[in-house]
C-alpha cells in the first residue's frame, strides 16, 4: 500500500496560545511562525482575528512572511467574524478560513438556544460566506466528538455543499475514547455525501490524557489531517501534541503514513515555546521532556551503555537532542558509575570500582541527584584515589 500524507496543522498560536499566562506578542508569534513553516508544518492557525485588535495584527504579519504553509484563521459562524478574519489573511500566499458552530445538543440547547435545523443552516451560510473570500475554507463542528454521528453527518455534508475544503471534527471536550472516535471518523466516510471533496480532519483535546491516541486513531479510520500543538500545550489540560503524533507516525512505519515535518527541529521548538510562553513540558514529557532520553536506573544503564536501542525506541537526534543522558541516582548500578567516572577522566579497574562505588552509594543515598561535580568529589576523597593518580 503506498504511504499517504497526513497534513500536520499546528494550532500552537491560536488554541496553545489560550493557555492563562500564555499571550504572545506579535514579535514572538512572528518568531515561532518562521520556526514552524521550517519545521514543516502544513498549515499554522495565526490566531481569532476578531478577538483582538492585538491578534489581527498578528495575523496579518505572519501572512506576510509565511512561504510554504497555509495560513488560517479562525472564527465562529458569524459574518463578521468571517469578513475580519479574510482580511487579516489579505497577504498570506495561502489563505485558509476556519468557520464553525457547535454541534452536539448541549451546545445547540444551552450555548445558542437553539435547534439542530438552524444549526445546520449557519453553518451552511458561514462557508458559503467564507467561500467569497477564500477558496480554502475549513469547517468545525465544535463538540463534535459529543455529537451525534447521524446529525453530525448531515452538518458535514451541508458543509461540503457550500464549498468546505477541509472537515474539522473536533473532541472539543476530550470525552472520546479513542475506538468510540475512530468510529465516528469511519461513520462520517461511511455516511456524508461527497466526503471525498474534503480532507477530515482531527483536533483532540486532552482532558483524559487520550488526545495524541484519538489523533492517531482518527487518522487509521480516514482523517488526513492532525491539529495539534507543540508541547500540548492548548485550552485546559491541553490539545495533542505534535512532537507525539509525529513521532509515532515516524516510528511506526508498517501504519504507512508520512508527514512533512523535519522532526529533528522538534527539540528546539519546544525549547523556543517553552520559552516564549513562561511554561516548561514536565520532566517525563514524551519526546521532549528532560527526561525524555534520560536513564537513571542500574539495568536500565547497563543496557544503554551496551547498546541504546535496548532501552530506547527512537534515536535522540532523530528529534533534535544530542544524546542519551545516564542520570547517577542511588538506584544506579557499577556500570553507569565506571561509564560517568571515565567521561569525568577516571579509568577505574574492578577493584578500584568496588570501593567508589560503595561510597558513591553512601553519597546518593543522602542525595536527589549525582552530578559530574560529585563524581570528582567521591572518587578523589576514596583511598584508592593516590593509587589511581599515580597510575
Ligand atoms: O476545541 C475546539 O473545538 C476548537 C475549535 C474552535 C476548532 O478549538
Ligand atoms: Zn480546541
Redesign the pocket.
Same mark, same amino acid.
Given at each position: 500500500m503506498a504511504t499517504q500524507k497526513v497534513e500536520i496543522f499546528d494550532t500552537t498560536l491560536r =488554541?496553545g496560545e489560550q493557555v492563562p499566562g500564555c499571550k504572545l506578542n506579535t514579535e514572538q508569534k512572528l518568531i515561532l511562525a518562521r520556526k514552524l513553516d521550517e519545521l514543516g508544518v502544513d498549515v499554522i492557525e495565526a490566531g481569532f482575528a476578531i478577538s483582538s485588535p492585538g491578534d489581527f495584527k498578528s495575523i496579518e504579519a505572519i501572512s506576510k512572511i509565511v512561504n510554504n504553509a497555509t495560513v488560517c484563521g479562525?472564527s465562529r459562524a458569524v459574518k463578521n467574524d468571517i469578513k475580519v478574519a479574510a482580511e487579516a489573511l489579505t497577504y498570506a500566499k495561502k489563505p485558509r478560513i /476556519?468557520t464553525?458552530i457547535g454541534t452536539s445538543d448541549s451546545h445547540i440547547k444551552h450555548k445558542f438556544k437553539s435547534n439542530r435545523e438552524e444549526v445546520l443552516q449557519r453553518a451552511y451560510d458561514a462557508v458559503k460566506y467564507a467561500k467569497s473570500f477564500v477558496e480554502d475554507v475549513e469547517f468545525?463542528a %465544535? =463538540?463534535a466528538g459529543r455529537t451525534d454521528n447521524d446529525y453530525l453527518a448531515k452538518v458535514c455534508e451541508a458543509a461540503i455543499k457550500a464549498g468546505a475544503t477541509v472537515l474539522?471534527i473536533?473532541d472539543?471536550t476530550g470525552y472520546c475514547l479513542p475506538q468510540e472516535y475512530g468510529a465516528k471518523i469511519k461513520y462520517l466516510k461511511e455516511h456524508v455525501k461527497d466526503i471525498d471533496k474534503a480532507i477530515i480532519s482531527c /483536533?483532540c /483535546?486532552n482532558d483524559l490524557g487520550l488526545a495524541t491516541a484519538n489523533s492517531i486513531e482518527a487518522i487509521r479510520n480516514g482523517a488526513r489531517q492532525i491539529e495539534c500543538t507543540i508541547n500540548g500545550i492548548g %485550552?485546559r489540560a491541553g490539545n495533542a501534541a505534535l512532537e507525539e503524533v509525529v513521532m509515532i507516525l515516524k516510528q511506526h512505519p508498517y501504519l504507512n503514513f508520512e508527514t512533512n515535518i523535519n522532526s529533528q527541529h522538534l527539540f528546539a521548538l519546544s525549547q523556543l515555546v517553552s520559552k516564549h510562553m513562561g511554561i516548561s513540558p514536565q520532566p517525563n514529557k514524551a519526546i521532549v521532556g528532560a527526561n525524555a532520553f534520560a536513564h537513571s536506573s542500574g539495568i536500565h544503564q547497563d543496557g544503554v551503555i551496551k547498546r541504546r536501542d535496548t532501552y530506547e525506541i527512537m534515536d535522540p537526534k532523530d528529534v533534535g537532542v544530542t544524546e542519551s543522558a545516564i542520570v547517577l541516582t542511588a538506584r544506579s548500578g557499577r556500570a553507569a558509575l565506571a561509564y560517568k567516572a571515565k567521561n569525568a577522566g577516571y579509568n577505574l579497574t574492578k577493584l578500584q570500582l568496588d570501593e567508589v562505588y560503595a561510597n558513591f552509594l553512601n553519597f546518593a543515598d543522602q542525595h536527589k541527584q549525582v552530578n559530574d561535580d560529585d563524581i570528582h568529589q567521591i572518587v578523589e576523597t576514596s583511598n584508592i584515589y593516590r593509587e589511581i593518580k599515580s597510575a
Open positions: =488554541d479562525l /476556519h464553525g468545525y %465544535e =463538540d474539522n473536533p472539543t /483536533h /483535546h %485550552e
